[in-house]
């Protein structure tokens, strides 16, 4: 209930439009005791003219919410009889509630492998009314069409004339700016409005234009975008917004009998998209604050990442969401909201609520700089072959949701923004959906989701990926210390009880200490020992896999499962609920480094592959070769190798000449260069005949607020770290060092700090 004031109002507007941006999810509206009428989505605002209603003084709006599972009869379910998720034999109370199939709402909120169920109902959004007169700017749409030093946009505004009858004349002008400084400015002058919509186009030239990259590849120039129209009297103005100029598109062509390419192409170069899954910040969604937002995206940038996907089970996120990922170059691979389940999409009323959001959400999101892909959904298509769901005879006026993915998304998207990228579903393409050969890859069942154990904690599995994209897998970690103190709320932590049982992800399945004990000791841990090895497995599941995806130069991205936490739990992400760095941020940064040596064996060979991410070619000196732990011995040679720009290549290859693997390494150290040297893995941390670590800090400074570090390794070292706890931001931690190395970390704010130097211990 809102009371809102009468001297909010004009009295002379055409229409008091009353707008409630988020209902969650089943709405009766009420304004001063009149019935506005029902909402049952979530996923667009209900939006209505009240000027009739309103009174002087205080009016009053009043919203009856309910969750809207009591509208599913069970003649409904049997009619889409499979939303009950058996997937991956893990029964439905781990993926919520079979209604949530009919609710358009997020559906994580009943509950998945990584959160509990925290079922919501609210007034998630803003609400207001807007008074408005004459003609009124319902959109603006923008898109780049040439991204070069002469760009060309073009720009189409919506405006709605709200004379129902009669014409009227208008001007609409458009201005694009950056930094104070015009870049472009058209007053279409005089223009005839027609009653309702009106689309007003322009066609702009942008000189001298900075172009809009992916992080890591460029900067991030954002371009102011104003737009006005005068009619008569009356000015309505869209809401400023910025821009940056790029284009992007997906290539499929194409490259042998069997393989197609999924790439996406920005500004006309190929890139290798590095990233991963995105959920709802918090269980309960609508507390996530914008500073939330801007510090995950900043995060997600410090990780080296260029992209995240936008799972189909979460939300559309607000707007501060998606100004971070402009600001900080981060793609966003978007799913609509549909996952992991069968959908009534046989049902005119279904189609048509839904039709109104994709319609809303393809309007809203189309023109955003950082929007890559749209994609139909999550798993729905897979879910069909995947031998989780019964065999159905699907038809096409009843495809259990996948109509919605097939053929209303096209259509919305060819409506409202026909330059996005679109695919049907996540995974999807070639003869059933996860195939290798066409579109993207959900790579969870040859690793983390196997029955046998074995396999979930064995990197080099990954160096088996054939998939052209990957979207999912992923290898759990706990969170820092302090935010398991934080959930055990002042109790003794007790990883037999029933609190870390709950925090602990459904598909955890006693991993993390076979993990722990294959990779690194058998020994009874105390909890701190167990944080840290823990940690030091997820971080190299997850860097291993990526750079093995990555250095499959036929494959355009890798993301992992998942970035982020909406509760604390030990799981699947980098960055915890707490918005605390796990060991393995570390781990996933370096694999992400935009300049990166990636080391693999092939048939007696070792294969140094080189990424550069940057505008610019790199050429120095490379040493590869073997060095003994102590280093004692060093069998290695010098090259000069180059790093074409925005390319992967291998640089060198060389044999492996017999070398022993247990007693020391194959490497790849560049000289001068700052590039982190690479090492091959040859066999599990825990048999490497490892030498006592010898590795001292030779000097710290202050640098600003920063404090800086030099760290000397004489012999290679397992597991550098600064023992700083959770609380610091360092641009590298817990790493490896080969003999001979030298170091710079600097511990972000730390500046008259001083923190202790470890290595891991193995054994
Ligand atoms: C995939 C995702 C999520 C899930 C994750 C981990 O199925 O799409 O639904 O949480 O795996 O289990």
């Known amino acids: 209930r809102k009371v809102i004031s009468n001297s909010e109002l004009d009295p002379d507007c055409d229409i008091a439009e009353l707008v409630i941006e988020s209902l969650d999810v089943h709405a009766d509206v009420f304004f001063n005791g009149a019935y506005l009428g ?55 109370a781990d993926r919520g509630d079979q209604r949530r199939a009919f609710v358009r709402k997020p559906t994580y909120v009943y509950g998945w492998d990584w959160c509990p169920r925290i079922g919501t109902c609210a007034i998630a959004k803003n609400a207001y009314i807007d008074c408005l007169t004459s003609a009124v700017i319902r959109n603006v749409s923008v898109k780049t069409v040439e991204a070069a030093v002469n760009a060309k946009l073009s720009l189409t505004a919506e405006i709605e004339l709200l004379d129902i009858i009669k014409t009227a004349d208008a001007d609409v002008k458009i201005k694009i700016s950056k930094e104070d400084k015009t870049c472009a400015e058209i007053t279409r002058e005089d223009v005839l409005l027609c009653s309702g919509l009106n689309y007003v186009h322009f066609d702009l030239n942008i000189e001298d234009a900075e172009l809009w990259w992916p992080n890591g590849m460029g900067g991030q120039p954002l371009y102011l975008i104003e737009v006005s129209v005068r009619c008569g009297e009356n000015v309505n103005t869209w809401p400023a917004f910025k821009y940056g100029i790029r284009t992007i598109s997906l290539d499929t062509a194409r490259t042998d009998a069997k393989n197609r390419r999924f790439m996406l192409v920005v500004n006309g170069k190929h890139i290798f998209c590095k990233g991963a899954d995105w959920i709802p910040a918090d269980s309960i969604y609508a507390r996530v604050t914008p500073e939330k937002y801007e510090e995950l995206i900043l995060e997600a940038k410090n990780a080296n990442f260029n992209m995240l996907r936008i799972w189909g089970g979460g939300i559309y996120e607000r707007d501060e969401f998606y100004d971070a990922c402009d600001k900080y170059g981060i793609l966003l691979w978007h799913d609509m909201m549909f996952g992991c389940s069968t959908f009534p999409d046989h049902l005119e009323s279904y189609r048509d609520l839904v039709g109104r959001e994709l319609d809303y959400q393809t309007r809203r999101l189309g023109s955003r700089t950082c929007l890559a892909l749209f994609c139909g959904n999550n798993e729905d298509h897979w879910i069909f072959t995947s031998g989780g769901f019964p065999q159905v005879h699907i038809r096409h006026e009843k495809q259990y949701g996948l109509y919605i993915s097939n053929n209303m998304m096209p259509e919305y998207i060819r409506k409202n923004c026909p330059w996005v990228p679109y695919w049907n579903s996540s995974p999807y393409g070639g003869e059933e959906p996860n195939a290798d050969n066409i579109g993207d890859v959900h790579h969870w069942h040859a690793c983390m989701m196997n029955p046998d154990t074995a396999l979930r904690i064995e990197p080099k599995e990954y160096d088996k990926v054939q998939a052209r994209f990957v979207t999912e897998y992923g290898y759990p970690g706990p969170c820092p210390r302090e935010s398991i103190e934080r959930y055990f709320d002042g109790k003794a932590i007790d990883r037999n009880s029933k609190v870390w049982s709950l925090h602990n992800n459904t598909f955890e399945k006693l991993t993390v200490n076979a993990g722990i004990k294959k990779h690194y000791t058998g020994r009874t841990l105390d909890f701190d020992e167990y944080l840290l090895y823990s940690g030091m497995t997820q971080s190299l599941m997850l860097g291993y896999s990526l750079e093995s995806i990555r250095f499959k130069d036929f494959c355009g991205g890798g993301l992992f499962w998942m970035y982020n936490d909406c509760w ?19 781990g996933v940064r370096r694999a992400f480094e935009p300049v990166k040596l990636i ?34 011995g060093d069998d290695s040679r010098r090259t000069d190798v180059t790093m074409p720009a925005r390319g992967r290549h291998i640089l060198h290859t060389f044999d492996v ?23 091959l893995r040859a066999a599990d941390t825990r048999d490497l005949k490892l030498c006592p670590p010898r590795v001292n800090i030779v000097s710290a400074k202050n640098e600003g607020a920063d404090l800086l570090i030099d760290i000397k390794a004489d012999t290679f070292c397992h597991g550098v770290y600064l023992d700083t706890g959770a609380g610091w931001k360092l641009n590298d931690n817990y790493f490896d060092m080969l003999p001979g190395e030298t170091r710079s970390i600097r511990v972000y704010g730390a500046a008259g700090k001083s923190f202790a130097l470890k290595t891991l211990l193995v054994g």
């Open 38 to 92: 029902h909402q049952a989505s979530a996923f667009y605002p209900f939006k209505k003219d009240v000027k009739e209603f309103v009174r002087p003084g205080d009016n009053e709006l009043l919203i009856r919410l309910t969750s809207g599972l009591e509208t599913v009869s069970d003649a409904d379910l049997a009619e889409i009889d499979h939303a009950v998720c058996t997937e991956l034999g893990n029964g439905c």
């Open 568 to 586: 604390g739990e030990v799981g699947w992400t980098i960055v915890d609920y707490y918005l605390r760095r796990k060991i393995s941020f570390y």
């Open 599 to 632: 080391l693999r064996e092939i048939d007696g060979k070792v294969f140094v592959m080189g990424c550069n991410d940057t505008d610019r070619d790199i050429s120095f000196k490379l040493r590869t070769g073997w060095v003994a732990f102590d280093g004692s």
């Open 657 to 679: 000449s017999g070398h022993d693997t247990l007693t020391g390494v194959y490497y790849a150290k560049p000289e001068g260069e700052c590039i982190h040297p690479a090492v």
